[in-house]
């Protein structure tokens, strides 16, 4: 039972009324239950039971339910059994679920009944794990927290509905956090769990490890279990206070947590990437996937691995030999730009896997396309017109560079009075033009040259972390220290492509990391240099001194020229 899914387990949610005396002269009056399944309220079950001893007037009026309707109602030994069936293979589910639990177990035993021992999921600890700023937890109360509807209570079956509709209400976060029902009893801290492995003491519930020494400063921390194995990997631009937080999100990772370990970094950008790195190496159970993933950025990338390549837009860079451009915000934007370039080219506009056709496309038929598909075209030939789209992007803004060139056909086709063409061209700029101003990146391969970027510090200017940048992967980083920046500048250029090479190398390993980092640069536009041969420290001093930042590069210089 324990091993099931939380998602497709089904729940029954029940509510008992008693009349209201303590210890064994407490009597079970009426219950109510409904049955959950799938996050959603289905069959539904009441009944009173009778009495021995007359009901007070004080219960009468608090629950509403007389000694005449009770006089009426069936013994427990009618009743109990249908619930009974109810929970077979289900998951007992209670607003103060110990109340409810007390007094079943409590009828049960006076009916000669033996107790099913269902698994059991309170809604108050859910409110508690789940809600933790809604400080009232009452039934009605929470459920009005929660957007849930109350018309009627203290009766067993309006009262097991909300405490359904409630639990519904919470069941995603539960699900998200728990994948079983053993995880979700763990979780919180109900009683019937899953043995606990030996290295994970079962200390006090709401104890935490000392989280006082993370500092109110941008980088990483590491969650580690009594062995120090590593459980979580996060970071935040604040580390005590996103620390402190998981110990509300209701993560089951953090029942195990015993120890957290940090580390600072100058900026946001430097702790996404040491996280990404961590988390690779470490593979700590509790990161599903990875960090900030930057929805809406794609690339224009053409991989240069079959004779006739073509132009595609992808969510990522193309790992191994390819021309990667971006990255840019918007997919149809950036899907529109790549049919204007296979058009103004003559390039492929159907997939990898090109088709053979006896007959051209209807492309082909408009001299938009070379035909490749009649297998009578000449790699080299297609490959020319290729290479001429692909360089508008290399070593330059690729926007700029497309306008000029549509300006250039614009003026062969007038020269030659070709003025048809002229005019289609000249409304093709046009549209080139105000699509080019909704694509927000930069229209530039990545492979191309090397950068010194500045990532800044969240709040405190002066401070940053120098990020460099050769061939569209993060080649080195870290603090801005002015004694090496040259000498790291020179390795970073050093591992650039050459200028004008078209197409570079980008290993599997690396494409997570630069789609992660030109997201990044994208969205924050920091600092940045251009590194060249001719780049040494006069250059950086004068780069840096721009940013806030004082020193001197004279030593790296020196570093850098002993080097060479």
């Given at each position: 039972?324990?091993?099931q ?12 009324e ?7 002269r407490?009597?079970l ?8 399944g799938?996050?959603e309220?289905?069959?539904?079950w009441d ?9 007070g ?8 339910i ?12 009618e ?15 209670a ?5 409810d ?16 021992d269902?698994?059991?999921i309170c809604?108050?600890?859910m ?5 933790p ?26 009262d097991?509905?909300?405490c ?9 976060r ?5 994948p ?21 003491p079962n ?13 109110h ?10 062995d ?13 206070v ?28 430097g ?15 509790g990161?599903?996937?990875?960090k ?5 950025y ?14 595609e837009v992808a969510?990522?860079?193309?790992a191994?030999h390819?021309?990667c451009v971006?990255?840019?915000?918007g ?23 090109m088709?053979r056709r ?13 035909s ?10 297609y490959?020319?017109?290729?290479d ?7 070593g ?6 497309l ?7 614009i003026?062969?086709a007038s ?5 048809e063409?002229a005019?289609?061209?000249?409304r ?8 080019l ?13 090397a950068?010194?970027?500045l ?5 405190k200017?002066?401070?940053?972390d ?11 980083w870290?603090?801005v ?7 790291r500048?020179a ?10 090479r ?23 536009s920091p600092?940045a ?31 850098a020229?002993?080097?060479?």
């Amino acid at each position: 039972m324990f091993d099931q899914p939380t998602a497709t387990t089904e729940y029954i949610a029940v509510d008992t009324e008693t009349n209201g005396l303590s210890g064994d002269r407490c009597e079970l009056t009426e219950i109510g239950a409904v049955l959950v399944g799938g996050g959603e309220l289905h069959e539904e079950w009441d009944s009173l039971v009778s009495v021995a001893t007359p009901l007070g007037r004080g219960i009468q009026r608090f629950t509403g339910i007389s000694q005449e309707m009770v006089n009426g109602a069936p013994p427990l030994e009618e009743v109990l059994p249908r619930l009974e069936k109810m929970l077979r293979g289900r998951v007992l589910v209670a607003h103060n679920a110990r109340f409810d639990v007390r007094v079943l177990r409590q009828a049960f035993a006076r009916a000669a009944l033996q107790w099913p021992d269902p698994p059991v999921i309170c809604t108050v600890q859910m409110a508690r794990r789940f809600a933790p700023l809604q400080q009232k937890r009452g039934l009605a109360r929470l459920a009005g927290a929660l957007g849930v509807e109350v018309h009627e209570v203290h009766r067993a079956l309006p009262d097991a509905r909300t405490c359904a509709q409630v639990f519904c209400a919470l069941f995603g976060r539960l699900c998200a956090n728990a994948p079983t029902i053993g995880d979700a009893l763990n979780l919180l801290g109900a009683r019937k769990v899953r043995a606990r492995p030996p290295s994970v003491p079962n200390r006090p519930r709401g104890e935490r490890p000392h989280l006082a020494a993370l500092p109110h400063e941008p980088g990483v921390y590491i969650f580690r279990d009594a062995d120090g194995k590593p459980l979580y990997v996060g970071k935040s631009v604040d580390l005590r206070v996103r620390a402190r937080s998981h110990f509300t999100s209701g993560a089951s990772w953090t029942q195990q947590a015993e120890h957290v370990d940090h580390t600072v970094t100058e900026s946001e950008l430097g702790a996404l990437l040491l996280e990404d790195r961590l988390i690779k190496a470490l593979k700590p159970p509790g990161n599903v996937r990875g960090k900030a993933d930057p929805d809406g950025y794609v690339y224009i990338r053409c991989r240069l691995d079959i004779p006739f390549p073509i132009l595609e837009v992808a969510r990522e860079p193309a790992a191994g030999h390819a021309v990667c451009v971006g990255p840019v915000r918007g997919r149809a934007a950036a899907a529109e730009l790549v049919e204007q370039l296979n058009s103004l080219f003559g390039l492929r506009h159907c997939g990898r896997s090109m088709p053979r056709r006896e007959h051209p496309s209807a492309y082909g038929q408009m001299g938009r396309c070379l035909s490749p598909c009649l297998n009578d075209l000449d790699p080299n030939v297609y490959r020319e017109r290729l290479d001429a789209a692909l360089r508008l992007f290399v070593g330059r803004s690729g926007g700029e560079a497309l306008l000029a060139r549509v300006d250039e056909q614009i003026a062969e086709a007038s020269a030659a009075q070709r003025y048809e063409r002229a005019a289609w061209l000249a409304r093709r700029r046009e549209r080139l033009e105000s699509l080019l101003a909704r694509l927000g990146g930069v229209l530039r391969a990545i492979h191309t040259g090397a950068r010194l970027v500045l990532a800044p510090h969240p709040e405190k200017r002066g401070r940053f972390d120098a990020i460099w940048i050769a061939g569209g992967r993060v080649v080195d980083w870290g603090a801005v220290d002015g004694s090496s920046l040259v000498a790291r500048s020179a390795r970073a250029f050093a591992e650039a492509p050459p200028a004008g090479r078209l197409g570079g190398w980008m290993p599997a390993e690396a494409v997570a990391e630069a789609r992660l980092v030109g997201w990044w640069i994208v969205a924050n536009s920091p600092p940045a240099l251009e590194l060249s041969a001719s780049v040494g420290g006069a250059q950086i001093d004068r780069f840096l001194a721009r940013n806030g930042i004082n020193g001197s590069s004279r030593e790296g210089e020196r570093l850098a020229s002993g080097v060479a």
